[in-house]
């Protein structure tokens, strides 16, 4: 079965300093790793993936991720956040396994910038 | 193009009536997803279906809801005699199928706008 952790219900950080929110995962096997974010008022939309290849994965908005297999973690990271940046914050991840694509979502990240 | 679209955006229905709501992926993706999102919860996964394989069905809370697809379009969730705990946002996602395995494919998913749920 595969899982996947956000240990922070919420992050509150100040607009102008580096955020991060925090991801690990569970799986049998490669896992391919996903960050979606949704805005107030708005749809889930796809920030970014790691599939294979850099460790370090950029995304929309200026945010990037970073893989640890050794960790089992992907945290979500921007080095400068912007109060536009508060928003419902989701990890997800899948294991490929022929077309199957049953995707686990964590239960969300609630990050708060602070003007 | 044309994203995920989803039907009715919000129902209101009284407690034990039976609802439909339905979700129309994007053209050519094969892979389509129901979720559920209480407010101020995260994503509950319903169900998932991917082509014409059997469906998985294993985060169907109750055999109250039930969710059909014909082939690669249209599905529906359907939810009977409803509960007021059943209130929530019901989101569809659809995403491409991995046609060889190990390619570098298009895997994250695409996700309608909801149909949020009120049952009084």
């Known amino acids: 079965a595969q899982s996947v952790a956000q240990p922070e219900d919420q992050v509150n950080v100040a607009e102008g300093n580096p955020l991060t929110v925090k991801c690990t995962y569970s799986v049998s096997g490669n896992p391919y790793l996903f960050w979606y974010v949704q805005y107030p008022n708005r749809g889930l939309q796809f920030l970014l993936k790691y599939i294979t290849g850099d460790n370090l994965v950029k995304g929309s908005y200026g945010f990037e991720a970073e893989f640890n297999k050794s960790q089992t973690s992907f945290h979500l990271k921007k080095p400068s956040a912007l109060v536009s940046d508060s928003a419902l914050y989701f990890c997800?991840?899948?294991?490929?396994?022929?077309?199957?694509?049953?995707?686990?979502f964590g239960i969300g990240t609630k990050l708060q910038v602070i003007p | 193009g044309a994203g995920v679209s989803q039907s009715p955006s919000n129902k209101v229905t009284e407690k034990g009536k039976d609802v439909e709501l339905r979700c129309d992926p994007i053209?050519?993706?094969?892979?389509l997803y129901w979720y559920r999102q209480r407010l101020g919860q995260g994503l509950e996964f319903l169900i998932y279906?991917?082509?014409?394989?059997?469906?998985?069905k294993s985060g169907l809370p109750s055999d109250r809801f039930s969710a059909e697809r014909t082939g690669e379009s249209v599905s529906t969730l359907t939810i009977q005699r409803t509960q007021q705990e059943d209130s929530a946002v019901y989101l569809c996602?659809?995403?491409?199928?991995?046609?060889?395995?190990?390619?570098?494919?298009?895997?994250?998913?695409?996700f309608g706008p909801g149909t949020r749920l009120t049952v009084t």
């Open positions: 279906f991917q082509g014409n394989s059997a469906p998985d």
């Open positions: 997800a991840v899948r294991v490929p396994s022929g077309g199957y694509q049953k995707v686990t």
């Open positions: 996602a659809s995403s491409l199928r991995a046609s060889v395995w190990g390619a570098d494919r298009s895997y994250e998913q695409y």
């Open positions: 053209s050519g993706h094969t892979a």
